[in-house]
């Protein structure tokens, strides 16, 4: 199996800062495209930002010019630097991953990770 464990959520006050990482283990062989989702109270869960394994990048529109991802191939991590928060981030972040997990099959699979809370106050 494949498991991802993301770190770096707290508290945080609006304008402030902080960065979330997300390490991926397990039986692999590559991994596609990384990212970061986030799911507020009573809201569906939506795209924050997507990352290919080559480096090029996707963000939603509320986070543009806010919060920037980078991966660490070398690592199978992804982080999101997250500047200017405000209280409208705040969310259960979630780490995905695409992973190909045999190099004898081309089979791919989507892992999650637990989340991790984010709170920006006021």
């Known amino acids: 199996q494949a498991q991802l464990v993301e770190s770096g959520g707290g508290l945080v006050q609006a304008g402030g800062s902080l960065r979330l990482s997300c390490a991926a283990s397990g039986s692999i062989f590559s991994i596609n495209a990384m990212g970061w989702y986030r799911q507020a109270p009573g809201k569906q869960r939506e795209l924050v930002a997507t990352i290919t394994n080559s480096g090029s990048t996707n963000y939603a529109d509320s986070v543009k010019g806010r919060f920037t991802i980078s991966r660490d191939n070398a690592k199978n991590t992804v982080y999101l630097q997250m500047n200017t928060l405000k209280p409208e981030d705040t969310a259960v972040y979630y780490c995905?991953?695409?992973?190909?997990?045999?190099?004898?099959?081309?089979?791919?699979?989507?892992?999650w990770g637990q989340g991790t809370q984010v709170t920006v106050s006021s």
């Open positions: 995905y991953a695409n992973i190909r997990r045999y190099q004898m099959s081309t089979l791919t699979n989507d892992y």
